[in-house]
Each structure stands twice: as structure tokens, then as C-alpha cells.
């Protein structure tokens, strides 16, 4: 179960960005990890449940800065929270990690440097998450590569998926906690989570 901080500042300021969306991402993220993990760097194998935390984290936090879209510098002013947010609810590195993915979710992959394995692999997990949400925007369930690019193919065969989550969960929710209740309970109903 997630702790109640971490559902609780999953709220963007734009009806695109609320806390369904940042949970819509969280459960994305956690079964790309799932289904990407046997190609993960060692590290990821050596302590999946704290990375798995990190990604929970980054996909509450990403988007709760964006004021208006297109909004380029909403992923740094997200970073810029973390420590403030999440406090000692997660240690010095997965802090550094949130920042880092929430910095990077936006950046074109070209624009990232210096990377290490683990750090890249959990971006491309993220950055995956985020972009299959992206089937929000599309008005035929059709997800726009061009726009929305997915780096693993695994990740191309949850859009199916991320259609069905983004169905059962667009409306606007009264609180984080509806939200959060409410994409849990869909992401069981298509599969994403297995009780």
C-alpha cells in the first residue's frame, strides 16, 4: 500500500495533469518495471522495491508543477520539491532519482547526458509511463508516436491498456484519494495490477 504523502501530492494545476493521470503513470511504470526488469542494470535486481518506490514518486510528482501546457520548466520546478515533499520518506539517492526523472520526463533523450546504466533505465521506464498516458490526447485510442515516443516494445504493447485505464478513469475526482482509489481499482479490473 502506498503511504498516504505520496497520494496525497499526486495534484497537478491542469485538468490534463491531475492525480488520475499521475497515477495512471504510476501504474504504467510498474509493469513496464515488471515486464523490462530481466533486461535491467544489476542494481535494479539488487533492490527492486526501492526503485519500484522511486517511479511511485516520480509519476506523483512530475507534472504537479505545469501551470499552462507546454510549460518546459514544470519537470525542474518539480525536482526542485522533492526533498521538501517527500523528506526522509525515502533516502539521499531516491530523492536524487525522483529529482532526476522528474527533471528528464520532458527532455528530448538527445538532451540527456552522463547517465548511469541504472539511471537511463529508469528514465526510459518513466519516460514510457508517461507517454502511453499520453493515449489521453488521441481521439481514436491511437496512440502518436511521433509525438509520444515509447523506447521499449513492451511498452507498445500496453497501449492497449493505457486506452483501457485512460477509459475507466478520466473524470475528475473530488479528492487524491478518489483518484488514487479509483485507477487502482481499474488498473486490477485490466490487468496492470494482479491481487
Not at 519500484?52 to 526542485?80: C, P, R, S, Y
Request: include cysteine.
Amino acid at each position: 500500500m502506498l503511504n498516504k504523502e505520496l497520494i496525497s501530492s499526486a495534484e497537478g494545476r491542469l485538468e490534463q495533469y491531475k492525480a488520475d493521470h499521475s497515477f495512471r503513470v504510476m501504474y504504467l511504470a510498474r509493469e513496464i518495471f515488471r515486464l523490462e526488469a530481466i533486461n535491467a542494470p544489476e542494481e535494479i535486481h539488487q533492490e527492486p522495491a526501492f526503485f519500484i518506490e522511486v517511479l511511485d514518486w516520480a509519476g506523483a510528482l512530475h507534472d504537479t508543477e505545469m501551470k499552462e501546457l507546454n510549460d518546459f520548466t514544470h519537470g525542474q520546478k518539480a525536482a526542485e520539491k522533492v526533498d521538501q515533499i517527500i523528506g526522509d520518506k525515502l533516502s539521499e539517492k531516491g530523492r536524487n532519482l525522483v529529482k532526476l526523472l522528474c527533471n528528464c520526463h520532458w527532455v528530448d533523450d538527445n538532451e540527456i547526458y552522463g547517465l548511469n546504466p541504472t539511471e537511463a533505465w529508469l528514465l526510459k521506464v518513466f519516460k514510457d509511463a508517461d507517454n502511453l498516458d499520453g493515449v489521453r490526447f488521441s481521439k481514436n485510442g491511437i496512440l502518436d508516436e511521433s509525438r509520444f515516443r515509447l523506447r521499449f516494445q513492451s511498452s507498445r504493447e500496453l497501449i492497449g491498456k493505457a486506452g483501457e485505464l485512460w477509459g475507466k478513469t478520466h473524470q475528475i475526482f473530488e479528492t487524491q484519494y478518489q483518484a488514487f482509489n479509483e485507477v487502482s481499482k481499474a488498473a486490477v479490473e485490466i490487468g496492470l495490477i494482479i491481487q
